[in-house]
Protein backbone atom coordinates (compact mmCIF):
# COMPACT_ATOMS: atom_id res chain seq x y z
CA UNK A 1 0.00 0.00 0.00
CA UNK A 2 0.92 3.39 -0.89
CA UNK A 3 -0.62 6.90 0.42
CA UNK A 4 -0.10 10.08 -1.28
CA UNK A 5 -0.22 13.60 -0.49
CA UNK A 6 -0.39 16.42 -3.18
CA UNK A 7 0.30 19.92 -2.81
CA UNK A 8 0.99 23.30 -4.85
CA UNK A 9 -2.13 23.56 -6.84
CA UNK A 10 -3.98 27.04 -7.18
CA UNK A 11 -4.67 29.73 -9.24
CA UNK A 12 -1.82 31.56 -11.20
CA UNK A 13 -2.34 34.09 -14.46
CA UNK A 14 -1.37 33.02 -17.78
CA UNK A 15 2.60 32.75 -17.96
CA UNK A 16 2.94 32.35 -14.47
CA UNK A 17 4.56 29.56 -12.56
CA UNK A 18 3.43 26.83 -9.84
CA UNK A 19 5.00 23.56 -8.45
CA UNK A 20 3.24 20.35 -7.69
CA UNK A 21 4.30 17.96 -4.83
CA UNK A 22 3.80 14.52 -3.96
CA UNK A 23 5.17 12.84 -1.39
CA UNK A 24 4.40 8.89 -0.99
CA UNK A 25 4.48 6.81 1.77
CA UNK A 26 4.06 3.40 2.89
CA UNK A 27 5.63 0.55 0.45
CA UNK A 28 7.54 3.14 -1.32
CA UNK A 29 10.30 0.30 -2.28
CA UNK A 30 8.14 -0.88 -4.53
CA UNK A 31 7.74 2.09 -6.39
CA UNK A 32 8.56 1.64 -10.51
CA UNK A 33 7.09 5.20 -12.09
CA UNK A 34 5.88 8.56 -10.49
CA UNK A 35 3.62 10.79 -12.92
CA UNK A 36 1.04 13.50 -13.15
CA UNK A 37 -1.96 12.88 -14.87
CA UNK A 38 -4.46 15.95 -15.21
CA UNK A 39 -8.12 15.95 -16.36
CA UNK A 40 -9.85 19.20 -17.57
CA UNK A 41 -13.95 19.68 -17.56
CA UNK A 42 -15.33 17.51 -20.39
CA UNK A 43 -11.98 16.12 -21.73
CA UNK A 44 -10.61 12.31 -21.14
CA UNK A 45 -7.20 12.24 -18.28
CA UNK A 46 -4.19 12.35 -19.46
CA UNK A 47 -0.43 11.54 -18.71
CA UNK A 48 1.70 14.94 -18.48
CA UNK A 49 4.58 13.55 -16.95
CA UNK A 50 6.43 10.71 -15.85
CA UNK A 51 9.83 9.91 -13.88
CA UNK A 52 10.79 6.23 -13.71
CA UNK A 53 12.25 6.36 -10.00
CA UNK A 54 14.98 3.87 -10.04
CA UNK A 55 16.95 5.41 -13.66
CA UNK A 56 15.38 9.19 -13.30
CA UNK A 57 14.18 8.85 -17.41
CA UNK A 58 11.39 11.17 -18.14
CA UNK A 59 8.40 11.49 -20.54
CA UNK A 60 6.60 14.43 -21.17
CA UNK A 61 3.12 15.55 -23.18
CA UNK A 62 4.44 16.93 -26.08
CA UNK A 63 2.41 19.92 -25.15
CA UNK A 64 4.30 20.66 -22.12
CA UNK A 65 7.22 19.69 -23.46
CA UNK A 66 10.00 23.06 -22.51
CA UNK A 67 7.62 24.09 -19.65
CA UNK A 68 7.12 21.86 -17.31
CA UNK A 69 9.84 19.80 -15.51
CA UNK A 70 9.39 16.78 -13.72
CA UNK A 71 11.84 15.34 -10.81
CA UNK A 72 12.32 13.08 -7.78
CA UNK A 73 13.60 12.54 -4.45
CA UNK A 74 14.08 9.30 -3.63
CA UNK A 75 15.43 10.33 0.03
CA UNK A 76 11.61 12.19 0.70
CA UNK A 77 9.83 9.76 -1.76
CA UNK A 78 8.31 13.01 -3.28
CA UNK A 79 8.04 13.77 -6.98
CA UNK A 80 7.55 16.88 -8.21
CA UNK A 81 6.40 18.61 -11.26
CA UNK A 82 7.75 22.41 -12.12
CA UNK A 83 5.38 23.96 -14.25
CA UNK A 84 6.39 27.00 -15.97
CA UNK A 85 4.84 29.31 -18.81
CA UNK A 86 1.41 28.66 -17.77
CA UNK A 87 -1.40 28.52 -20.34
CA UNK A 88 -5.34 28.61 -19.89
CA UNK A 89 -5.32 25.21 -21.74
CA UNK A 90 -3.19 23.72 -18.58
CA UNK A 91 -6.21 24.44 -16.77
CA UNK A 92 -6.96 21.34 -14.67
CA UNK A 93 -7.15 18.85 -11.71
CA UNK A 94 -3.81 17.54 -11.57
CA UNK A 95 -3.54 13.77 -10.04
CA UNK A 96 -0.55 11.95 -9.09
CA UNK A 97 0.03 8.26 -9.96
CA UNK A 98 2.22 5.60 -8.49
CA UNK A 99 3.26 2.89 -10.68
CA UNK A 100 4.30 -0.21 -8.75
CA UNK A 101 6.36 -3.06 -10.20
CA UNK A 102 3.72 -5.35 -9.35
CA UNK A 103 1.70 -3.23 -11.80
CA UNK A 104 -0.58 -1.79 -8.84
CA UNK A 105 -1.70 2.19 -9.41
CA UNK A 106 -2.33 4.36 -6.77
CA UNK A 107 -3.76 8.14 -7.38
CA UNK A 108 -3.58 11.23 -5.23
CA UNK A 109 -6.98 12.83 -4.67
CA UNK A 110 -5.90 15.63 -7.14
CA UNK A 111 -5.28 19.17 -7.13
CA UNK A 112 -6.65 22.02 -8.87
CA UNK A 113 -5.01 24.26 -10.77
CA UNK A 114 -6.13 27.53 -12.67
CA UNK A 115 -4.68 29.76 -15.40
CA UNK A 116 -6.79 32.92 -15.39
CA UNK A 117 -6.32 36.57 -15.81
Known amino acids: QVQLVESGGGLVQPGGSLRLSCAAS????????MGWYRQAPGKERELVAI????????KYLDSVKGRFAISRDNAKNTAYLQMNSLKPEDTAVYYC??????????WGKGTLVTVSS
Open 97 to 106: NIHMWDAADY
Open 51 to 58: IFRRTGNT
Open 26 to 33: GSVNSINS
